[in-house]
């Protein structure tokens, strides 16, 4: 039989005592490692500031381009970014957490330009081989980083229509997108498409400014005139005609001569003709105006030159679609010494036609 004696007992719990206060001290400093051997990577990171990204299109599904703008608050050497498409601000964008329909590898993604801010050598270069993101890298990159710009083409727009979604900017010390330096997050979204429709008819606008023109009178030494105006624009596609017929000046069986060749006014002479000018012998007539692209055809396009077809000519005209052009017709009549008095008049019909 053994005895243990106060004592004894007295020294084995003190000795039990110690050893789980030892333990406690063990566990503690060990606490107090795991502790300090944590925060600090969280605290060595900070967060992308002045960050932006502007979408050439926000329809759903279009291919576009994303253009970056961020400044990075950390001097650690850039070497690979990756711009994730998220359907959600924050946590872990996986695979199934990334915006549908969002595609890099569709177009597939380019660089447009060369990336500036974040770095001084060597070349960056796109990776699509993760459709869900935008990666860059650069393995010879150096030196500090700071307010940078990154800009895409042939980015396909996630598929949901009016949805948010959110581009995830991660940089990264290494060239495989696996030691991130610092992140920030970029809200976006797609839009709804509105499909806005017109019908425009084709349009030929003609109106004659004068429909009755009396002459002043003629001598023999003097030429008779007057003036009349039309308006015409189109919207055909290659442009419009205007023609004129009728006869030449007559009082009964007697009548003035039409100038059937382009010629000058001749007092002492029996003459009518027209042209689309402004001219000084006699002192007649206005140039065409207005912001289309009419002008006066051939035969009627000459200062100081008249001409008038019985048979009907193309007076003016345009090649193309036009606004409106004002053209001033200039009339002329000259008589001889037997030249029968009375009352002389004609019927002249201008017409327009588009050439649709």
């Known amino acids: 039989m053994i005895f243990i004696t106060n004592t004894e007992r007295g020294t084995e719990m003190a000795n039990t005592k110690i050893k789980m206060i030892s333990r406690q001290i ?19 990171a900070a967060p992308i500031t002045s960050k932006k990204v502007a979408i050439g299109s926000s329809v759903a599904s279009a291919s576009t381009s994303y253009d970056f703008t961020f400044t990075l608050p950390t001097s650690t ?16 964008c996986t695979q199934s957490g990334a915006a549908s329909g969002f595609s890099s590898s569709a177009g597939p993604a380019t660089l447009n330009g060369a990336p ?8 960056w270069t796109i990776n699509t081989a993760d459709s869900t993101s935008l990666r860059i890298v650069n393995a010879s990159n150096s030196g500090a980083p700071g307010a940078a710009t990154v800009n895409f083409n042939a980015v396909r727009n996630p598929s949901a229509v009016n949805s948010t979604f959110f581009m995830h900017i991660t940089t990264y010390s290494d060239s495989t997108w696996t030691t991130p330096i610092d992140t920030g997050t970029v809200a976006t979204s797609t839009a709804g498409e509105v499909t806005v429709t017109v019908g425009i008819d084709e349009i030929l606008a003609f109106s004659l400014g004068t429909t009755n023109v009396t002459l002043t009178t003629p001598s023999v030494v003097s030429t008779g005139t007057g003036t009349s105006s039309m308006t015409v624009s189109t919207n055909a596609v290659t442009g419009y ?10 009082s009964g069986a007697n009548n003035i001569t039409a100038m059937a060749a382009q010629g000058a006014s001749v007092v002492n002479s029996k003459q009518f003709g027209i042209n689309l000018m402004s001219n000084s012998t006699p002192a007649i007539g206005s140039a065409v105006s207005g912001t289309g692209s009419g002008t006066p055809k051939t035969g009627y396009d000459t200062a100081n030159q008249f001409k008038f077809n019985t048979s009907g000519d193309v007076i003016a005209g345009a090649s193309l679609p036009t606004n409106t052009n004002t053209f001033t017709t200039s009339y002329i009549a000259n008589m001889d010494g037997s030249t029968a008095a009375g009352s002389y008049s004609t019927f002249i019909i201008y017409t327009a036609t588009g050439n649709f």
Do not use: E, H, N, R
């Not at 063990?26 to 060595?44: H, N, R, T």
């Not at 500036?116 to 070349?123: C, I, Q, R, V």
């Open 26 to 44: 063990v566990y503690g400093v060990i606490a107090i490692v795991m502790v300090f051997a944590y925060f600090p990577s969280l605290a060595s």
């Open 77 to 92: 050497t850039v070497q690979s970014v990756k711009f994730q498409a998220c359907d959600s601000a924050s946590g872990a």
């Open 116 to 123: 500036t801010g974040l770095g001084s050598a060597g070349s």
């Open 241 to 250: 005609s205007v023609s004129y017929s009728g006869a030449t000046l007559t």
